[in-house]
């Protein structure tokens, strides 16, 4: 089989680690986890830094386990670069060709392309300290690829970057990848990068595989709360019941309930966006939805909306309204609210 | 910071006086009692010539042996884990308090003609270390390698050994990461550690004396022929001392430089 089939599973101490992997040639996978969950550690498993405890790593046929880190042809993208500042940015990119019994005036002219390909074509004689962040980033990528890994290994490689530069950054290494032909698996924890970059996440949380699948479906169905939070979306675990014309109802794990229509039956979970929350002063009546009174736990400022947290009981839950209605309602910490949701707003799928 | 100078209490001051001159003014006299006038044929005497081009030379390869060994040393104590790696880091300064002579006598007793290993290597390859101009080597060396294992050692410890998985994950083998990414960036630490290595094999005395003896021409070094110079010829001592002074002065300049000045 090609590209990566793995089970990573690393002990450390009372963490352990056990993580199943399959990245096929010219897939981008995204692993997705909240810090110390084990996504870098599983990268350096894969590239051969930390043993591994058991599991099994193949990557196009080959038994990567036996086999020392320089011997894998596994590729790594660091987050702070480590590009070797006592080399060019032209030696850096050629040092992987070189390793691999190239000539060095072949190894040099084959770096040349890589930093062309990156956009530095002209920057072949600067040392690292010379170079910008997003510069740095693409000399590190280029000499991770001119090494021509099987696998290509990312770890968190725009995390450095200040706000503006990662966007460029960000579509250019898109490109790079949909252009790479071997497998490819970048650690992030910015969902952003992740849905843009990936073409499957792997959500990780403390040292399990918790959710995959494609990024839109992620999006829209979180499993656990760290997903949850993550897309932005309010998550409750129940049961449902289906009522008479269709329409269910969920009883909520941590009490209360929903109403929503066209439910499965079971266990299910329940999601629905902040932006469907509306807040009231007075209890609101007209069209059917989910009305529950509850406490304004914090207000937060978020881009140009306001988040409201609420607490329970029944259940907590986010809200996110505009700044004029925090000033109408009068929206303070303790103060008591109506919440409402309509059902047609929540969206509800098996657990 | 606010611009006022506390003023220094006297009691620290008068004493931190003293010690300086206590350090300078041995080193002043030696200026002022130096014989200026007849310095530079004195300088080309045949037997200060010899004593300096001997030193030069077996500080240099007494260097280059601390290298060859003090390096892979010092990699093994700063990057392999191992049981008992204070016992040898310990094991490994214990040259820089001995007494020299205690090193020369050491040396004597495991190399010498009737010593240990030095009795085998008479017996199976007519070798004989003590008092000659390998032997001097030998002692220097005993002597000066700690300074570049230290020195070495600190160097590779402050380096960020992720660079050496950077390159593994490139594709080079363990031998390929340490002469192309390992070495380089702890250069400027083994060119310290060095001159730190040459300036104490140079001024050796104890161990020399001790293990090689004094031959002139063979193994009378500089530090040597200043000491028997002083009972015969006082003026060719302190020609013999200020040149010793000069390059410890040139040591110190260059270790500004790559070193202290940079840190």
Known sequence: ?351 | MNGTRVRPPLILMVPAMAGLAFLVLPLAGLLVRAPWSTLGTRLAEPHVLEALRLSLVTATLATGLCLLLGVPLAWTLARVPFRGVRLVRALVTVPLVLPPVVGGVALLLVLGRRGLVGGRLDAAFGITLPFTTAGVVLAEAFVAMPFLVISVEGALRAADHRYEEAAATLGAGRWTVFLRVTLPLVAPGIAAGSVLCWARALGEFGATITFAGSFPGRTQTMPLAVYLALETDPQAAIVLSLILLAVAVLVLAALRGRWTGTS
């Open chain 1, 1 to 351: 089989m090609r590209g990566l089939d793995a089970r990573v599973a690393v002990r450390r101490g009372t963490f352990a680690l056990d993580l199943p992997l399959a990245v096929a040639p010219g897939e981008v996978v995204a692993l997705l986890g909240p810090n110390g969950a084990g996504k870098s550690t599983a990268l350096r498993a894969l590239a051969g830094l930390v043993p591994t405890a058991g599991g099994h790593l193949v990557l196009d046929g080959t038994d990567l386990a036996p086999l020392p880190p320089e011997r894998r042809r596994v590729g790594m993208v660091f987050q702070d670069y480590l590009l070797f500042p006592h080399l060019s940015a032209l030696d850096n990119v050629a040092f992987g060709p070189r390793c691999q019994g190239m000539r060095r005036r072949a190894a040099r002219r084959l770096a040349a392309e890589w930093l062309d390909r990156v956009g530095l074509a002209g920057h072949g004689a600067a040392r690292p300290r010379e170079l910008s962040g997003g510069q740095a980033q693409r000399v590190a990528l280029a000499r991770a690829l001119a090494a021509a890994p099987g696998l290509l290994l990312l770890d968190e490689p725009l995390a450095a970057l200040d706000a503006r530069t990662r966007l460029d950054v960000r579509a250019a290494l898109r490109r790079h990848l949909a252009g790479f032909a071997g497998a490819a698996l970048l650690v992030t924890h910015d969902p952003l990068d992740a849905m843009v970059l990936a073409d499957r996440l792997v959500v990780v949380e403390d040292g399990r595989l918790v959710q995959e699948g494609v990024p839109a479906d992620v999006a829209r169905r979180p499993r656990t709360d760290y997903v949850a939070r993550l897309v932005g979306l309010n998550l409750y675990r129940g049961r449902a019941r289906r009522g008479k014309d269709g329409a269910g109802t969920v009883a909520i794990a941590d009490g209360g309930s929903l109403d929503t229509v066209d439910s499965p039956e079971g266990e299910v979970f329940l999601a629905f966006s902040p932006a469907s929350v509306g807040l009231y002063r007075t209890r609101p009546d007209g069209s059917p939805r989910n009305i529950w009174r509850t406490r304004v736990d914090a207000v937060e400022r978020h881009g140009d909306r306001v988040r409201v947290r609420l607490s329970g009981p029944p259940f907590a839950a986010v809200a996110e309204v505009t700044p004029a209605a925090v000033a109408e309602l009068d929206l303070s910490e303790g103060r008591p609210i109506w919440a409402a949701v309509k059902a047609t707003e929540t969206h509800v799928y098996p657990a």
